[in-house]
């Protein structure tokens, strides 16, 4: 297994935000945005780690096991919370980590997280809806399909914060995946997919109430 190269600080602070950046996405982007800056200024324990995923798909399972070894479990062990997120693809990326390993978060911060790719969409489409939609195991093999399995019922009482911009070009399909969640964890700016909505998004995620 290889050591995920991550950017960011992980271990003084009570607790902990693991956000996995997009497609063609640097770990480095997140912090030149000013996400760990809107931590400081607010004087939040929290610590924050970005995750090199780069060339990685959904399916990467040695990417996943590595991050739950290499990050996550040691984060856990020393008894910080630990919330894991993502932008886009990495939005995707979270939940279908959690998807197949629950319980390893205490909350899930998605910016603008991908949907899914328009087969996997149509397949649920078909079906007349998510609710209506009974996975087959044909459906399961596709890692997109698993996410939309755990979004039938995600974890009851797992916080959530979810956003996008209401001109992000996945807007409609994103506005579908955060129904899921209960209507307090919903949220919407104005912007495209990419900084001009995620780092507003960033800033009301920050001042939610999660972390104090």
Sequence with gaps: MKALRTVGTSGAAPQLLVMLPGVAMRPEELFEAGFADAIERRGLALDLL????????????????????????????????????????GGMVAMAHL?????????????????GSRPSVNVIERAGGIDRWQPSAQDLQDPELRVWQWLRQ??????????HGTEDRFAARIAQLAERFPAASRHTVPGGHDWSAWRPLWARFLDAGHFH
Excluded: K, M, N
């Design 154 to 163: 995600p974890p009851a009482g797992l916080p959530v914060f979810v956003g």
């Design 50 to 89: 970005a995750v090199d995923l780069s060339g990685l798909g959904l399916d990467a399972v040695d990417t996943c096991d590595a991050l739950q070894h290499q990050v996550l479990t040691p984060a856990r062990e020393r008894g910080a919370r630990v919330w894991l997120g993502g932008i886009s693809l």
């Design 99 to 115: 998807a197949a390993r629950p319980g390893v978060a205490d909350g899930l911060c998605l910016l603008a997280p991908y949907p």
